[in-house]
Structures are given as structure tokens and as C-alpha cells.
């Protein structure tokens, strides 16, 4: 048991750390790869809108994005406070502020990395719906989906009243809890009698990547630190948790970047058309030319009727008249001379033969 908001350790001057902020790292770090985050998901987004392609890995991204925000905002909020400053250098009620907004912070994160997998796990899925694929993304995302609610779970039972910045009154658990409960997550996966390949691509796709999952490693190390500094150690956690989280949700948009460039490339083609070629599309419908003369209509009638037959359908009765008139129009324009207008205009009647 330990309360993260006790007396601060006792320090000597020569042993007291040097009054260093990583606070401006972390949100240079975040800020830096939360704009394309977003960009990425908005452009996604509005692919699959345009084409009515809209399925539960979309939906699920969009709420891990959500989350996501929402964590780098209890972020920027413990700066205020001092995050990412050496405990000996805060007051007590900028630590405890520290560590709730910080505790909100872990909540989201988790349930942000449990709809991403999710997403992701959807999204592979969507493009190829196998029976063997199925069963091995489905043995993954169990056990991910288990031991990252779980983790929120630890997050709410750990300390007593809930939440451990709650001062001396607070009793927790020890931070290993949690670290071997993420750890837990990888070795059942990594236990699941799955060939190898398939096993290594298994466990790629929970972390997202060999770069998401070295920044995971980093990450999970850094949390055997000092339970007594936690403004600093967890700040350095929380730069690792971030650069994950943020680059697993940009690397399920990059898996629709063909999708997304050939969308917009098809976009601009039809508009370069459109442009160089406008008798065929602006102007389909309005009987000029492109070079400037106006079509010619023909107008043909009868004058013969045909005998009313006997049909009940209402289409089947027209009337014809006796003989066939052609009537033929054809308009200029003269730009040069006197500007006069001319036409020309005949009639031709063609009787029927006997």
C-alpha cells in the first residue's frame, strides 16, 4: 500500500534532483502527432461517408479519437499544475491535482486502446472475411479487450475512496499490479496455438506495429519507477503511452490511404473533364455545339391514321395521318457583313406509295 500525496521523502540538498520540466516535451510530443490524428481520421471518415462505406471499424475509430482527445486534454491540464516537474518542487495540492487529472488521463487511454484494436481487428475482418482469419482475430481480441477493461477496472478498485490522489486518506495498491496486468495481455496472446507467422502478425496487431510496440515496451518499463515522483516519472509514461496510442490510430488510417488517394484522384479527373470537354457535360442538355452552331432539329410527322385496333393497352392506339411530312431546320449566323440572320426552312411531303 502506499499514498501517492504523503509527506515527500526526505532529501538532502546534495541529493535533491535539479529543478528540470518535461511538461513542454510531452506536449510538443502530443501536439506534434495529434494533428495528423486527426487529419487522417477526418479524411477516412469522409471517404467512407462519400461512399456509403460507413462499418463498425469506422465507428469505433471515431470513438477511439474521441477518447484520445479527451485524454490529451486531462494532459494539458496537469501542466498547469506542474506536470512533469520533480516532486520536491510542488506544493501538495498541485501534486494531487497532478495525479487526478492524470488518473482520469490512464481511464480514457485504456478504453482508447481498446476500441483501436478493436478497429483494427474490424478492419481486417472487412477486408478479408475468412473462416481461419476469423477465429485467430477473434482469439486476439478477447484477451485484448479483457485485460484492457480490466486495467480500467484496477484503475477504479486500486485505491480506497477510488482514485489515489485523494492524499494520505487514499490507500492503493502497488503500481506493479497494473504493470503485470499489462504484461498478462501479451503472454496470452502469445500462448494461443496459432502458427508462428501468424502468431507474430497476431501480436504486431495488438500493438499496432513494430514502432507502436516499441514505444509499448518503453513505455511499460518506464512504469517500474519511483512511486514517490510520480509528477516526473509519470510524465515521462505518459510521452511513450501517447506516441503508441496516437501512432496506432494513424497507422489504421494509413491502412486506407490507397482507398482515400484513389477517391480523390478519381475526384479531380472527373472535374479535369469536365473542363476540357463541356459540350459532353455542361452543356448536355442545351442543343448547341461546342463550336458555336446551333444543332439542327428534325421534325417528323404523318398524316395517315392507322385504324383504332382492339387492344386494351392505351399505348397501342396513335393516330397516324395520311402521308409523311419532313420538316427540316437550319440556322446560321453571319458575324461579319451586314450581321443579318438567315434560315432556310423545307417542307418535304412524301406520300404513301400505292
Not at 502468431?199 to 514502432?211: E, P
Not at 484513389?262 to 459540350?279: I, M, V, W
Not at 404523318?302 to 393516330?319: V, Y
Request: hydrophobic share 45%.
Amino acid at each position: 500500500m502506499f499514498s501517492p500525496t504523503s509527506n515527500r521523502p526526505p532529501e538532502t540538498v546534495s541529493d535533491a534532483p535539479p529543478d528540470q520540466n518535461i511538461g513542454p516535451i510531452w506536449l510538443t510530443v502530443s501536439t506534434t502527432l495529434l494533428i495528423p490524428l486527426v487529419l487522417t481520421t477526418f479524411l477516412r471518415l469522409w471517404v467512407r461517408i462519400a461512399c456509403r462505406k460507413v462499418g463498425w471499424d469506422d465507428v469505433t475509430i471515431i470513438l477511439s479519437l474521441l477518447m484520445t482527445v479527451v485524454r490529451y486534454s486531462f494532459g494539458v491540464m496537469q501542466l498547469s499544475h506542474g506536470n512533469g516537474r520533480h516532486r520536491r518542487y510542488l506544493t501538495d495540492y498541485d501534486y494531487m491535482m497532478i495525479n487526478k487529472w492524470g488518473w482520469y488521463g490512464q481511464v480514457f487511454h485504456f478504453l482508447a486502446m481498446t476500441l483501436l484494436k478493436v478497429s483494427v481487428s474490424c478492419l481486417v475482418l472487412r477486408m478479408k472475411d475468412s473462416r481461419s482469419l476469423r477465429i485467430w482475430v477473434y482469439a486476439l481480441i478477447v484477451p485484448v479487450v479483457f485485460f484492457n477493461m480490466g486495467a480500467v477496472v484496477i484503475l477504479l478498485a486500486e485505491c480506497k475512496p477510488t482514485g489515489f490522489w485523494r492524499g494520505a486518506s487514499a490507500q492503493c495498491w502497488d503500481n506493479r499490479v497494473r504493470i503485470y496486468w499489462n504484461y498478462a495481455a501479451m503472454a496470452v496472446v502469445w500462448k494461443i496455438k496459432i502458427p508462428f507467422q501468424k502468431k507474430l502478425m497476431v501480436v504486431a496487431l495488438m500493438s499496432l506495429g513494430l514502432i507502436a510496440s516499441t514505444f509499448g515496451i518503453v513505455r511499460a518499463a518506464s512504469l517500474g519507477v519511483s512511486q514517490e515522483d510520480l509528477s516526473w516519472s509519470f510524465c515521462i509514461v505518459a510521452i511513450w503511452s501517447n506516441i503508441e496510442l496516437f501512432l496506432g490510430i494513424i497507422a489504421a488510417n494509413l491502412a486506407l490511404s490507397r482507398a482515400i488517394y484513389l477517391y480523390f484522384r478519381e475526384g479531380s479527373e472527373s472535374q479535369s473533364r469536365g473542363r476540357a470537354n463541356t459540350s459532353g457535360f455542361g452543356y448536355a442538355d442545351s442543343g448547341y455545339r461546342g463550336d458555336g452552331f446551333k444543332v439542327s432539329s428534325t421534325f417528323i410527322s404523318s398524316k395517315l391514321r392507322r385504324a383504332t385496333s382492339k387492344a386494351p393497352s392505351s399505348n397501342s392506339d396513335i393516330p397516324l395521318e395520311p402521308g409523311i411530312q419532313k420538316k427540316t431546320e437550319f440556322w446560321w449566323r453571319e458575324d461579319e457583313g451586314s450581321g443579318r440572320a438567315a434560315s432556310q426552312q423545307s417542307d418535304v411531303d412524301i406520300q404513301p406509295a400505292p
